[in-house]
């Protein structure tokens, strides 16, 4: 393995104009030296079925490839109803399955969220954490990168320009690839 550390990026969100890609795109600007961020959209993973995870479809083959040659997850998830979107969710499930084949063991990531309202995807992250915790996903505590208000903070061109988001993001990046080394000097 190189010595760069490799981000996977997986938004939470299948919007055109999502503000937690633009989130995502926003740490590739942010990165620390010697790591990349790849970003994983999640189209076409159809709804999870047990019956099917013996031989899953294609894309979900290409994720689980995706998760283990990265050294690093960065999760960028919109809060729907208080929780993380069905859709992220879902594809979590499929990653994790079938038992004993998770791609997720071990993972260092680190988890950030856009939302409209003040709370910025609070709840929602406090979920996936708690996902986490079974996938065996070592998440990073701080900083936590919570952006309300999100139709006011990114520009026409989904850039985000509220600095003290910028800079937690900036911090959360540096924490997620310190913690990739240290696991990789572990193994
Ligand atoms: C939302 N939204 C939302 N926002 C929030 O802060 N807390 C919530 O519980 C919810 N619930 C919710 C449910 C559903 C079904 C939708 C579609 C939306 C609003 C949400 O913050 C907004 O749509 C964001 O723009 C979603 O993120 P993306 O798509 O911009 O990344």
Same mark, same amino acid.
């Given at each position: 393995?190189?010595?760069?550390?490799?981000?996977? #990026?997986?938004? #939470?969100?299948?919007?055109?104009?999502?503000?937690?890609? =633009?989130?995502?795109? &926003?740490?590739?600007?942010?990165?620390? !030296? #010697?790591?990349?961020?790849?970003?994983?959209?999640?189209? #076409? /993973?159809?709804?999870?079925?047990?019956?099917?995870?013996?031989?899953?479809?294609?894309?979900?083959?290409?994720?689980?490839?995706?998760?283990?040659?990265?050294?690093?997850?960065?999760?960028?998830?919109?809060?729907?109803n208080?929780?993380?979107?069905? !859709?992220?969710?879902?594809?979590?499930? @499929?990653?994790?399955?079938?038992? !004993?084949?998770?791609? @997720?063991? +071990?993972?260092?990531? =680190?988890?950030?969220?856009?939302?409209?309202?003040?709370?910025?995807?609070?709840?929602?992250?406090?979920?996936?954490?708690?996902?986490?915790?079974?996938?065996?996903?070592?998440? /990073?505590?701080?900083?936590e990168?919570?952006? !309300?208000? =999100?139709?006011?903070?990114?520009?026409?061109? +989904?850039r985000? &320009?509220?600095?003290?988001?910028?800079?937690?993001?900036?911090?959360?990046?540096?924490?997620?690839?310190?913690?990739?080394?240290?696991?990789?000097?572990?193994?």
């Open positions: 393995m190189s010595q760069e550390i490799r981000i996977l #990026g997986i938004a #939470g969100s299948l919007r055109k104009a999502s503000y937690n890609r =633009a989130l995502l795109k &926003t740490a590739q600007e942010l990165l620390p !030296g #010697g790591s990349t961020l790849d970003i994983f959209e999640l189209h #076409g /993973i159809p709804v999870f079925s047990e019956d099917e995870e013996q031989n899953p479809p294609e894309k979900v083959k290409d994720f689980k490839k995706r998760i283990r040659a990265a050294d690093a997850i960065l999760f960028a998830t919109p809060e729907y208080y929780s993380i979107p069905g !859709g992220l969710k879902n594809a979590i499930d @499929w990653a994790s399955r079938p038992y !004993g084949d998770s791609a @997720w063991i +071990g993972k260092p990531a =680190a988890i950030m969220g856009a939302s409209l309202a003040r709370t910025g995807t609070a709840r929602a992250q406090y979920h996936l954490r708690q996902v986490c915790v079974y996938l065996d996903v070592e998440v /990073i505590n701080k900083p990168v919570m952006v !309300g208000n =999100a139709s006011e903070v990114f520009d026409a061109n +989904g985000l &320009t509220h600095e003290t988001s910028r800079k937690a993001i900036q911090e959360l990046l540096q924490a997620l690839v310190a913690r990739a080394h240290l696991l990789r000097t572990a193994k």
